[in-house]
């Protein structure tokens, strides 16, 4: 009989908690699944994807590049 470890990896995502990326989103569709669902869920995480990576930037730019361009005036 297997010795089981304490981890499930039976449930996926991080540490078998189901939570997958950076959003804890667990849009699990194949490929080759067209729905309406599918295909709006991953748009609409693509769409949160790209907000957040904006954020990142705006914040860097707020706290490192603008009080560097006014330091020089």
């Known amino acids: 009989m297997p010795k089981s470890s304490g981890v499930s990896s039976g449930n996926g ?33 693509f769409f949160m994807v790209v907000l957040f990576i904006l954020f990142i930037f705006y914040n860097i730019y707020i706290f490192f590049i603008a009080p560097a361009m006014k330091k020089r005036r």
């Not at 991080?14 to 939570?19: C, E, L, P, Q």
């Not at 729905?35 to 995480?45: D, E, H, I, P, V």
């Open 13 to 45: 995502g991080i540490m078998g908690s189901g939570i997958f990326g950076m959003f804890g989103t667990v849009i699990q569709c194949k490929d080759s699944d067209d729905s309406f669902y599918c295909n709006f869920m991953k748009g609409f995480n």
